[in-house]
T-cell receptor
């Protein structure tokens, strides 16, 4: 089964702070995704990538940057964190764009 | 407006009972569906996909799709405590293509009561 890991698992920062969330997948999947999960909204796509150096905008990109440095590693950057970005963040990967997505365990981010 | 709507928000089912979850897309382009399940403290995990009209059965789980009404349901037979989880419906525009985004519903919470 595909393995997706995320770090840190929990993060607390203050308004205006910088945060980097990390994701690594070890199955050579082409596609990687960042989602946020909020009660009442389900999972919403922030950014995604179909290979190293590639970045595509998702449905809720405002306030987020992302970078795919290698086939395995995908990062989500919050440069000026705001309380509205307090959420549970998931990274996922898939072999093809239409295939099953494999999710990591999530990072809970709190912005005070 | 959320393009993928799930109902109910929460559903309690007795152990051994049948659970029925519903999902409707408000966008006619979204005709291909996945069900994902998320246990507490974990990431979501795919249960099954359904792309054609009719029923698809995998063990105790049966999905039913009606493309004309853009409605998909998930039925869980002989519910077990391990089925207690948050269930997400997700829809996409293409069954197979280079890429099409998954759009998730808001989720249905399913506690299975012993």
């Amino acid at each position: 089964e595909a393995a997706v890991t995320q770090s840190p698992r929990n993060k607390v920062t203050v308004t205006g702070g910088n945060v980097t969330l990390s994701c690594r997948q070890t199955n050579s999947h082409n596609y990687m995704y960042w989602y946020r999960q909020d009660t009442g909204h389900g999972l919403r796509l922030i950014h995604y990538s179909y290979g190293a150096g590639n970045l595509q905008i998702g449905d809720v990109p405002d306030g987020y940057k992302a970078t795919r440095t290698t086939q395995e590693d995908f990062f989500l950057l919050l440069e000026l964190a705001s309380p509205s970005q307090t959420s549970l963040y998931f990274c996922a990967s898939s072999d093809r764009g239409y295939a099953e997505q494999f999710f990591g365990p999530g990072t809970r981010l709190t912005v005070l | 407006q959320q393009k993928v709507q799930q109902s109910p928000e929460s559903l309690s089912v007795p152990e051994g009972g049948m659970a029925s979850l519903n999902c409707t897309s408000s966008d006619r382009n979204f005709q291909y569906f996945w069900w994902y399940r998320q246990h507490s403290g974990e990431g979501p995990k795919a249960l099954m996909s359904i792309f054609s009209d009719g029923d698809k059965k995998e063990g105790r789980f049966t999905a039913h799709l009606n493309k004309a009404s853009l409605h998909v349901s998930l039925h869980i037979r002989d519910s077990q405590p391990s089925d207690s989880a948050l269930y997400f419906c997700a829809a996409k525009e293409e069954a197979s293509s280079s890429f099409s985004k998954l759009v998730f519903g808001q989720g249905t919470s399913l506690p299975v009561v012993p």
